[in-house]
Nanobody
Framework: QVQLVESGGGLVQAGGSLRLSCAAS????????VAWFRQAPGKERTFVAR??????????GLADSVKGRFTISRDSAKNTVYLQMNTLKPEDTAVYYC??????????????WGQGTQVTVSS
């Protein structure tokens, strides 16, 4: 069992930056694939970024809409995954969720989720 807590959201002007954190407790987070998703009002939840478990080489992937602006990284010593968001746009406004699954778990879905953190980008 792992518990995820997101933080770092807030209100920022377009062009600004925020860094979201996903802190895990209960297990060694480096053994988990982790992803960020977001959900804007009235829209479905969509994938933003992912990072594989350290055991899998911490490979990263980004949605096309955020490539060149967002980066995902992990600090295994702090049991935390970060989403650095630069050059924010109003369309990045959403609740951002951290999700994880154990690296040896089969399938592509994530079975651990945080409570979400609100990001609002003003124009």
């Amino acid at each position: 069992q792992v518990q995820l807590v997101e933080s770092g959201g807030g209100l920022v002007q377009a062009g600004g930056s925020l860094r979201l954190s996903c802190a895990a407790s209960g297990r060694t987070f480096s053994a988990y694939h982790v992803a960020w998703f977001r959900q804007a009002p009235g829209k479905e939840r969509t994938f933003v970024a992912r990072i594989s478990a350290s055991e899998s080489g911490s490979k990263t992937g980004l949605a096309d809409s955020v490539k060149g602006r967002f980066t995902i990284s992990r600090d295994s010593a702090k049991n935390t995954v970060y989403l650095q968001m630069n050059t924010l746009k109003p369309e990045d406004t959403a609740v951002y969720y951290c999700a994880a699954r154990y690296w040896l778990r089969g399938g592509d879905d994530y079975n651990y989720w945080g409570q979400g953190t609100q990001v609002t980008v003003s124009s």
